[in-house]
């Protein structure tokens, strides 16, 4: 089983949904890193269960532990270890699952792989893990900014068929974290919210998908041939439960143009290369070419419903289910930190691969 996330800034995460606690441990952070730790804090804490209408009513309080190196809030260069405690595990509203796939969940696939499986709320494969990458991806955000004023914002751009219309460069996401389904538009934020709360009363789930931009990231991150930035990063997005889809800068919509009206034409501007458009999404060749990066990401409904449901148990024998416990309707709001966070790992390890790209 691979664990392990990274090659150069390297994440390796371990636990369970409802273990006693979830934890990871960062290999290749730099020394004198100067981290504040009340910003790994408030990033878990944008991804933690329980804190809204709209989410699992899960009660995490979610607070990272370092517990190696890390000293005097600047970092040694050793590994970096951080421990969080799972508080409100309940692995009682899971005995009915023990012998049963859950549709469209992990469970039989994990169940034929391993012949074994951890039945309470998915074990690894639940996104409990999610939390690890979001203390992981807070330091390689500060890393990243330190290093190169790189900054990444994600937002809620689609939750069902109701779609945010405006232009990835020109959205504004001053009013994004007073909103609880973190969509930068305040009308579309409260229609999404309405139909997440119709489908949780219904017993069932929506889908969304995820806009990110990554701002000043310069030029020449990336590799020509296998390891294209634009291939990490779907690697990555795509690694988060519940994604199905990745596409950057123009993406699926490039394919309807004529290059012509694709191409990014170039200029100058105060002695830099620029292009005019940035249909390529900041990315071109697998090399980042200066320009912002931007991607989009789309994640399926949730799995875990309340209504009932066929499948069939570990005996072959066919049942319905009606599942129990706490899960979100729509996982979309709370991915948002995820998604950063996955982008930040990326680009912190293309960032010190670069240091050894020419003498």
């Known amino acids: 089983m691979s664990n392990t996330f990274g090659r150069h800034f390297r994440l390796t995460t371990f636990g369970e949904s409802h273990g006693s606690n979830i934890g990871l441990v960062i290999d290749g952070c730099p020394a004198g890193l100067v981290l504040d730790l009340g910003e790994i804090e408030s990033e878990v804490a944008r991804r933690r269960p329980g804190q809204s209408r709209l989410s699992s009513q899960r009660k995490e309080s979610d607070l990272p532990e370092i517990i190696s190196g890390v000293h005097d809030g600047i970092t040694t260069g050793t590994p970096i270890a951080i421990l969080i405690r799972n508080e409100d595990q309940r692995p009682k509203d899971y005995e009915n699952l023990e012998t049963v796939f859950r549709p469209s969940h992990a469970d039989f696939t994990w169940h034929e792989k391993f012949g074994i499986r951890d039945h309470r709320g998915g074990g690894r494969s639940s996104a409990r893990e999610t939390a690890n990458w979001v203390a992981a991806g807070s330091i390689a955000k500060q890393f990243i900014r330190q290093e190169a004023g790189i900054l990444i914002e994600a937002w809620v751009d689609g939750v069902g068929s109701i779609r945010l219309k405006t232009k990835p460069e020109t959205v504004d996401l001053s009013g994004e974290n007073s909103s609880l389904v973190r969509c930068p538009d305040e009308q579309l934020a409260g ?169």
């Open 191 to 359: 229609e999404m919210a309405k139909e997440i709360e119709l489908a949780r009363a219904a017993g069932d789930s929506l889908g969304g998908t995820i806009a990110c931009r990554a701002k000043n990231v310069p030029a020449g991150l990336g590799e020509p041939v296998f390891g294209k930035l634009h291939a990490e990063l779907g690697r990555a997005m795509l690694t988060i439960n519940a994604a199905k889809g990745f596409e950057t800068g123009s993406g699926f919509g490039g394919s309807t143009m004529k290059g012509s009206e694709h191409n990014d034409e170039f200029y100058m501007e105060e002695g830099r290369v620029r292009t005019h458009t940035n249909h390529s999404g900041g990315i071109q060749g697998g090399i980042s070419n200066g320009e912002e990066i931007f991607f989009r990401v789309a994640f399926k409904p949730v799995s875990t419903l309340s209504r009932e449901q066929k499948t069939v148990n570990t005996a072959g024998e066919e049942i319905a289910i009606a599942a129990k416990g706490r899960h979100d309707p729509c996982v979309v709001p709370r991915a948002v930190p995820v998604v950063e966070a996955m982008a930040a790992l990326v680009l912190a390890d293309f960032l010190l691969a670069k240091r050894t790209n020419r003498i």
